[in-house]
């Protein structure tokens, strides 16, 4: 019976794994909410946003903000977006493995780049394959703040405007839907030129009042808070849904497990019972005789 | 039929308002602003106040509260970037009332600089949001 204890240690291992899964999963399901909720309540804004800043990259204006000039390329910075806690599926992984294949590209045509990471995850990432990174923000929580924020993307903003870097891509996961997230890298300055923007390609400008200048700034300032922070709480968004499949799949495959142990154990018991009784009828036969 | 005017209004917090409109009101920065169709080309801060859109056709005007924010007018597209918007009809004069006496004592017993400009932004909202009530108020 020595085998049948063991099988029955395992089960009592992994019904206990399952437990805590199976915790996660409904856990990572009701802040999935909470982030799902968040994250749509703030992409309306962003996309207006980005609509706007679209046609403004195209306006012809007598005052040139620096996120507006776009300059030859030599380094790029990446603000890399991941999460803090692990358990959640390939999500960071699926990040991280189209990022190097990017950079690999770029390295490859002579750019540099530096990084500046948002979660414990991308920061552990970037430190081991090596390279410069700039500025870090992790344990951010589950309800990130915009000025937890600012101060690590102004690193790169003042980065950009002292000539360091020559243009800023945001890289975070983008909400499909629960079960489907997808890496997105994404231009963040010199300001990418809008979509779909055929009758304002003539020669124009806007009326800004008080001035150009002023109200650039007041709109670039706002434009780059709430593209981080749409991609922060995107990204949050992600990371719940991704580990409550995460979760939920391995929890079946306990179940699974369990389901396959459990009939080993019965037939280590069942072939332990059946060498008994050989043994027991054996030795009364060997008596009789 | 009049010519209208494509409105969106949205805030940090979400969409608030998308529509047709023959004419919208806005606190721009230098004073109030009404964008007609066809409006050049503008982008301008806005202050704390009230945003109005006239839907036309005899129908009432819709009013909102922003707290700040940009608006970009093209000739048939007024985008509103509000930094935190409410209806108007949502606004709590209690608490505008609230916050404005708030305001008004930080102001008056000052200790730390930092606390004043801050104190005099409440202040202009608290105020911006009581007006709000008060047009809102009159014109029922």
């Given at each position: 019976?020595?085998?049948?204890?063991?099988?029955r240690t395992?089960?009592?291992?992994?019904?206990s794994?399952?437990?805590?899964?199976?915790?996660m999963?409904?856990?990572?399901?009701?802040?999935?909410?909470?982030?799902?909720?968040?994250?749509?309540?703030?992409?309306?804004?962003?996309?207006?946003?980005?609509q706007?800043?679209?046609?403004?990259?195209?306006a012809?204006?007598?005052?040139?903000?620096?996120?507006?000039?776009?300059?030859?390329?030599?380094?790029?910075?990446?603000?890399?977006?991941?999460s803090?806690?692990?358990?959640?599926?390939?999500?960071?992984n699926?990040?991280?493995?189209?990022?190097?294949?990017?950079?690999?590209?770029?390295?490859?045509?002579?750019?540099e780049?530096?990084?500046?990471?948002?979660?414990?995850k991308?920061?552990?990432?970037?430190?081991?394959?090596?390279?410069k990174?700039?500025a870090?923000?992790?344990?951010?929580?589950?309800?990130?703040?915009?000025?937890?924020?600012?101060?690590?993307?102004?690193?790169?903003l003042d980065?950009?405007?002292?000539?360091?870097?020559?243009?800023?891509?945001?890289?975070?996961?983008?909400?499909?839907?629960?079960?489907?997230?997808?890496?997105t890298?994404?231009?963040?300055?010199?300001?990418?030129?809008?979509?779909?923007?055929?009758?304002?390609?003539?020669?124009?400008?806007?009326?800004?009042?008080?001035?150009?200048?002023?109200?650039?700034?007041?709109l670039?300032?706002?434009?780059?808070?709430?593209?981080?922070?749409?991609?922060?709480?995107?990204n949050?968004?992600?990371?719940?849904?991704?580990r409550?499949?995460a979760?939920?799949?391995a929890?079946?495959?306990?179940?699974e497990?369990?389901?396959?142990?459990?009939?080993?154990?019965?037939?280590?018991?069942?072939?332990?019972?059946?060498q008994?009784?050989?043994e027991?009828?054996?030795g009364?036969?060997?008596?009789?005789? | 039929?009049?010519?209208?005017?494509?409105v969106?209004?949205?805030?940090?917090?979400?969409?608030?308002?998308?529509?047709?409109?023959?004419?919208?009101?806005?606190p721009?920065?230098?004073?109030?602003?009404?964008?007609?169709p066809?409006?050049?080309?503008?982008?301008?801060?806005?202050?704390?106040?009230?945003?109005?859109?006239?839907?036309?056709?005899?129908?009432?005007?819709?009013?909102?509260?922003v707290?700040g924010g940009m608006?970009?007018v093209?000739?048939?597209?007024?985008?509103?970037?509000?930094?935190?918007?409410?209806?108007?009809?949502?606004?709590?004069?209690?608490?505008?009332?609230?916050?404005?006496?708030?305001a008004?004592?930080?102001?008056?017993?000052?200790?730390?600089?930092?606390d004043?400009?801050?104190?005099?932004?409440?202040?202009?909202?608290?105020v911006?949001?009581?007006?709000?009530?008060?047009?809102?108020?009159k014109?029922?």
């Open positions: 019976m020595a085998g049948a204890k063991e099988i395992k089960i009592a291992s992994v019904k794994t399952q437990k805590i899964t199976s915790a999963e409904m856990v990572a399901a009701s802040k999935m909410r909470k982030a799902q909720d968040r994250m749509q309540a703030t992409r309306p804004y962003a996309e207006k946003m980005r706007v800043i679209g046609h403004v990259a195209l012809n204006p007598e005052y040139k903000h620096p996120f507006m000039h776009a300059r030859e390329v030599k380094r790029i910075g990446f603000i890399i977006v991941s803090d806690r692990g358990l959640c599926g390939g999500l960071n699926n990040l991280f493995r189209a990022l190097v294949r990017d950079i690999r590209a770029l390295r490859d045509a002579g750019t780049v530096e990084y500046c990471t948002i979660g414990t991308a920061l552990g990432f970037f430190r081991r394959v090596g390279g990174v700039a870090q923000a992790t344990h951010l929580g589950d309800a990130p703040h915009i000025d937890d924020l600012v101060g690590t993307v102004k690193v790169m980065a950009y405007m002292n000539g360091e870097i020559d243009e800023i891509r945001i890289a975070y996961n983008n909400f499909v839907n629960t079960m489907t997230q997808k890496p890298v994404e231009q963040l300055v010199p300001l990418p030129p809008g979509e779909n923007a055929e009758d304002l390609k003539h020669h124009w400008d806007y009326i800004y009042e008080p001035g150009a200048k002023e109200v650039l700034n007041g670039l300032t706002r434009y780059i808070e709430s593209l981080v922070y749409q991609s922060v709480v995107e949050s968004a992600c990371e719940q849904s991704a409550m499949v979760m939920k799949s929890t079946d495959n306990a179940g497990l369990i389901d396959e142990l459990q009939l080993v154990y019965n037939k280590a018991r069942q072939a332990a019972i059946t008994e009784i050989s027991i009828v054996g009364a036969a060997a008596v009789s005789n | 039929m009049a010519m209208t005017i494509h969106d209004i949205v805030s940090a917090e979400g969409h608030m308002y998308s529509g047709q409109g023959e004419m919208v009101y806005a721009a920065i230098m004073g109030e602003i009404g964008i007609a066809r409006h050049a080309p503008l982008v301008t801060q806005l202050k704390p106040g009230e945003l109005r859109v006239d839907p036309g056709g005899g129908k009432e005007q819709e009013h909102f509260y707290s608006i970009e093209q000739p048939f597209k007024v985008t509103v970037l509000a930094d935190t918007g409410v209806r108007a009809a949502d606004l709590d004069e209690a608490a505008a009332q609230e916050a404005k006496r708030r008004e004592d930080a102001l008056a017993n000052q200790k730390a600089d930092i004043l400009a801050k104190a005099q932004v409440e202040l202009a909202e608290a911006a949001q009581l007006r709000a009530i008060e047009r809102l108020r014109m029922r």
